[in-house]
């Protein structure tokens, strides 16, 4: 066999590019995932729950990792994963403009997400087998920066391309100014209809200046209009007849029940409340939209608050899809004002459009292109290594004991509830957030977000985030080896926790800002750095002893799952209370973790650098 004969390489070869790999589905899977199906129109509720059944091949990671072992070489399972990963990214790519994306795409992810957790069982196997302990020493911080280096390409530089391209396959962009008049207000001339004075494709406003009376208005009266604008919006086809499946419709008829009867709960005292009275609420006017031509494709129009008095929102209209079909209908964008709101004001929306399916299936080919690129050079350039090769398949009955053995061991460990509590709980706070920071930052301002472009995303939270992420993971592992963990164990835990109040002040300000929005993003993402070090330790901690290896891969499980199972609910939990409701829980959330912290075992110089390992 062509793999049994040795060759060796420059570890500098091969290293670099093989962390790259893990790193770049991982985020895919677990991060721009979020960022693509906002932008198709996904609801936060499908989003958290469906993406967070991604995290399930991680859980279950230490279960097949044997079998990895058993059957062929690591080198092998290295390059072929990779081929297999290209090939799941382009499923992705090839199904984001069908009728049926959201299905289909979350098939072809789920295929990338075990494919991406077999790569990083083999990749790390192989990394022991392939160099020396002291080059694995000189490397262990080299490929943890090629981890986060593809963190960065893929949250930031992946997701600002897909934003630039959107951007450069829109139209022109339209701004509307919307104006509250406390008297009798003046007449909202509508513009000529344009249609035939230009072959130009672009979006045709009704209005250029809306003038909106800013007195209350019987709530009745105001339902009665926007449902009748959103069934009109319905009919004509700019929004989905479809929506993605809820996770409610895999629920059973009584849970279902329950968890509509929990929802109207907390919809009604803890949800956004905006009437003044319970009968009266703010006024409404509207404007129409219209394509100048049939655009020969799909064209997604978004309208969004620019700039003036956020007392003024869109109800309804905000996302709005042109085709061949429907391009010469009248489209409806309905504007309401504050019920509070009885002087004069204005503000300014802006309408963008761009082809969103293409934007993200240019994006997504051209790493499943990287990714077979990957696979051929690894094929090639892999040291090839006499120990890395498969186990013996006659020794199954007694690998299955070993590895039933090294469980059972694991579950014997002292204080292995409080263990397998702090796995769980640590982190039950950043598992909520984590999946609503996405759509947070591109919803817009009247549904409580902050109203970011996809490019703005990606330099906010992709690579200004991650920048500040590494940063405090390189500062938490440096001030634990002077002093050890146990001094920092508190530190640490505080500064996972606490910055998550940023969110918080982000969501009630709403501010404009690009650089504040950066900066309160910034300050969180350091602190999840810093004080995920401790996590990460504590699991090192926790695996110490015999079957130390398999015992790390069974704490790696339970983290995953301890971002799972919160992470399910929380886009639910999301529409129902707000967002700044959310974060405020999100917060409380992080109670749980400084109770366990409390009843955890740690010995007082683990982690110093001069400790006995």
């Known amino acids: 066999m062509a793999d049994a004969k040795p060759i060796s390489r420059n570890p500098w070869a091969w290293i670099p590019t093989l962390y790259v790999a893990e790193g770049l589905p991982y985020a895919l899977a677990m991060s721009v995932s979020l960022v693509l199906y906002k932008n198709l129109g996904v609801s936060n509720a499908a989003i958290a729950f469906y993406t ?46 069908a009728p049926h994306f959201f299905q289909l795409t979350l098939a072809f ?21 392939a160099i020396t302990e002291r080059e694995q020493a000189l490397f262990s911080g080299i490929r943890s920066l090629f981890f986060r280096v593809a963190l960065i390409c893929a949250q930031g530089l992946l997701v600002v391309l897909v934003g630039t391209i959107q951007s450069h396959t829109g139209l022109p962009k339209v701004q509307v100014e919307v104006r509250s008049e406390p008297g009798g207000i003046p007449i909202s ?52 007849q479809e929506p993605p499946p809820a996770a409610s419709r895999w629920q059973w008829p009584r849970a279902h029940e329950l968890s509509s009867r929990f929802g109207e709960f907390l919809h009604l005292h803890f ?53 061949d079909q429907n391009w010469g209908k009248p489209a409806t964008v309905l504007f309401q004002l504050d019920p509070n709101l009885r002087k004069k004001s204005s503000a300014i929306f802006e309408i963008r459009s761009g082809n969103i399916p293409l934007a993200w299936s240019v994006g997504f080919l051209a790493v499943a292109i ?17 120990k890395d090769c498969p186990g013996d398949i006659n020794s199954l009955p007694h690998f299955l004991k070993m590895f039933f053995g090294t469980f059972g061991a694991f579950f014997r ?43 703005e995303v990606g330099w906010v939270y992709g690579t200004i985030g991650v920048g500040a992420l590494l940063v405090g993971g390189l500062l938490g592992g440096f001030v634990v080896a002077r002093h050890g963990l146990k001094f920092w164990l508190w530190p640490m835990l505080l500064a996972i926790h606490l910055p998550d109040a940023v969110f918080i002040w982000l969501a009630y300000a709403q501010p404009d800002n690009f650089w504040a929005i950066g900066t ?37 499980g339970f983290m995953a799952l301890g971002m799972m199972l919160p992470g399910m609910w929380s886009g639910w939990l999301q529409e129902h209370i707000g967002y700044p409701h959310f974060f405020v829980w ?28």
């Not at 990287?370 to 050079?377: A, R, T």
């Not at 509830?417 to 759509?439: D, S």
């Open 189 to 240: 001339d509508p513009l000529p209809d344009e249609n035939n004075q230009a072959n130009e494709l672009r979006i045709l406003a009704s209005h250029k200046i809306l003038f909106v009376q800013a007195v209350p208005r019987e709530i009745e009266t105001v339902k009665s209009i926007v449902n009748s604008g959103r069934e009109e919006n319905l009919t004509n086809g700019f929004c989905r």
């Open 520 to 556: 309160g993003v910034a300050v969180e993402q350091f602190g999840y750095g810093f004080g995920f070090t401790a996590f990460m330790l504590y699991m090192i901690y926790i695996a110490r002893g015999e079957h130390q290896t398999a015992h790390y891969a069974i704490c790696t």
């Open 413 to 455: 460990k002292p204080k292995i509830i409080a263990l397998l509590l702090f796995l769980l709980l640590y982190r039950l706070g950043e598992a909520q957030l984590v999946k609503m920071v996405p759509p947070f930052l591109l919803d817009p301002h009247e549904t409580g977000g902050l109203g970011l472009t996809t490019s």
């Open 586 to 613: 999100v917060l409380l959330a992080t109670i749980p973790s400084f109770l366990i912290v409390m009843r955890i075992p740690l010995d007082y110089d683990f982690g110093k650098r001069s400790a006995p390992a």
């Open 370 to 386: 990287l990714f077979v690129c990957l696979g051929v050079y690894h094929r090639f350039v892999l040291p090839r290594q006499i």
């Open 109 to 129: 992810f789920w295929l990338l997400a075990f494919s991406s957790a077999t790569h990083d069982i083999a990749a790390d196997g192989f990394y022991m087998l």
């Open 271 to 323: 949800g956004p409340q905006k009437m003044e009275r319970p009968d009266w609420t703010g006024n409404v006017n509207w404007i129409e939209l219209h394509l100048a031509r049939p655009p020969g494709k799909e064209i997604v129009v978004t309208v969004g608050h620019k700039s003036g008095d956020k007392s003024i929102s869109i109800t309804e209209g905000s996302r709005l899809i042109f085709n």
């Open 52 to 97: 967070s059944w991604l995290y399930l091949p991680w859980v279950i990671k230490p279960l097949w990792s044997p079998v990895v072992d058993l059957l062929k070489t690591r080198r092998l399972w290295i390059w072929m994963t990779q081929l297999l990963l290209g090939a799941g990214l382009a499923g992705v790519a090839l199904t984001i403009p």
